[in-house]
């Protein structure tokens, strides 16, 4: 019986222990299960995340890289002094906002030569001065306008708001409030202005970059600041990196690099952050773009010109006193000095000198302006060549010697009118590339070109030709009403004169070339005896000197 009972307990202490084991069994699946429920759960939020991040990270990239792209098309009115360099709609952006500093630029370039000349004007100092302030008042309202938060978050939506799936559970992509940054990258690289060293009158240290001129590079001209925008050349809107975009931020005022830069550069770079809605939370990304219009264009001041005037003046002198000053055409034409006789008569049986002089004959000999200039020993024409060819090179950058010789030998030096007319001709909205064209007629200059423009600077003799005597103008005379014999000395002396009145290109003008022709023509008494010098002695007087071909007409 003990041994039955005793077996009894035993089986029922196995069963009770079997079952304690398989209560634990279940609760331990049970365990297991909720927690592979969590690993499942905790992987699908993962998974989610990891997918949201991804889709917050390229949708603000996209997001970012179209504010890059639609920067160019920000873009304010253009002051009427720089219509020349705007848009054809007369805008300033991105893509030209390089042209109104270039011209700013080449207005108080021409100032600082005519102040290092000792030439310059109260009026050239103002337009200079005016030139610099409405190229910095449109810097500063393009950048107000590129900055703008309202601008920004524009551009931003529009691609970013596309770029979330609409089956997403994440909503859709908005900048994370509306602080947006801008940058200055690439200082010293180029900007989309190309120039020549020649094209500048006055030397600029440190602003060239691969023929460009250099993009946030600070320097000074005439006392004033510049400073352009980085372009490279061929580069298209791309991302950059969040490091290089913060080391040049223009919002970092302790930066010191943008401190180098006076003034509020434009910028070429932004950023912003995305931010999107999911069930569990919210997610973020920020992206840096940098812009690039894409266009290159050529330092320059498009609607200028320069002119070229001839002046020619004869002045008469009676026994080495000067008595009357009379004005000559370009052509060869006859003159008579009857003033003369007013002032002085011969001393001897009354009667006066009659006097003659042949006027205007250099333009026969130098029938076009490229010979004209060859006044003596051709420096007058070097002079003269180096002084118009740096001012048209301020129009048209590539402009050749050899092209403005070419336009000179083209004009007649017979123009009634005496002035002549270099200027542009543009095929193209933008005024880029011009041809050079030159003409003497008014009625052929485009409407655009102000006649009345003035150079604003004072005259500067840049050559003084040596006189010519009796070559190729010469003069004659003879005695009339009788009275005792006296003979008479006369001759004549020429000269050339080369004078330059620069303009800084402010009102078009950039400069007057001015060739005078001064002949003085001088009569000397000579007292002989027993000589008589009537009219009956005038046929001999003719064959004697060899001017008899000049006889005016009786």
Known sequence: MLTLAHQSSSVKNRYRRRNNR?????????????????????????????????????????????????????????????????????????????????????????CEEMRQEDLHSDEAVVHADTAHRFARWTNDSLQMRLTDPKTIKKNFQEIGERRVNSASTFAPLQPDSNEFYSATIGQGEPSNLNFKKDQLPVPIERCQADGYLAGYQPYKLNN???????????????LVSDQLFLKNCVDLRSSARHNRISGTPVSNAFMATGIIEGPTGSLRASASGLANPQRQFTLAIP????????????????????????????????????????????????????????????????????????????????????????????????FSEQELQGLLAQQTSWNDSGKYYIYPVYSTPDCSDPQIVMTGNPDDLPKWLDCESRPEGLDKIVHDDVKLIDEPNYCWGYRVMGGAGEEFDHWTEISSRIYWKPGTGYSQCLGEMRIEHLTEIFFRSVATENTKHDGGDLDDYWLRTGRWMSRPHQ
């Open 22 to 110: 398989g209560i634990a069994g279940i609760f331990f699946v049970a365990a297991m299960a909720v927690v592979l429920v969590l690993l499942i759960w905790c992987g699908f939020q993962y998974a989610l995340m990891l997918k949201g991040s991804q889709q917050v990270r390229h949708s603000t990239d996209a997001a970012v890289l179209n504010i890059a792209k639609r920067a160019p098309e920000v873009t304010i009115d253009a002051y009427p002094l720089y219509y020349d360099v705007a848009d054809s709609h007369r805008k300033i952006g991105l893509s030209n906002i390089n042209r109104v500093w270039g011209k700013a630029l080449l207005i108080n370039a021409n």
């Open 224 to 238: 004033k600041e510049y400073s352009f925008v980085s372009f490279s050349k061929g580069e298209m809107p791309h």
């Open 303 to 398: 609607y200028a010109y320069i002119t070229i005037q001839l002046r020619n003046r004869a002045k008469w002198y009676f026994e080495n006193k000067f008595v009357h000053e009379t004005a000559y055409d370009n052509h060869p034409e006859v003159q008579n000095g009857i003033p003369i006789k007013r002032y002085k008569k011969f001393a001897k049986g009354g009667g006066y000198l009659d006097g003659y002089a042949s006027l205007g004959n250099e333009f026969t000999k130098n029938g076009n302006l490229n010979k004209l200039l060859d006044f003596k020993d051709g420096t007058s024409k070097r002079v003269a060549i180096q002084r118009m060819l740096q001012r048209i090179r301020e129009i048209k950058s590539d």
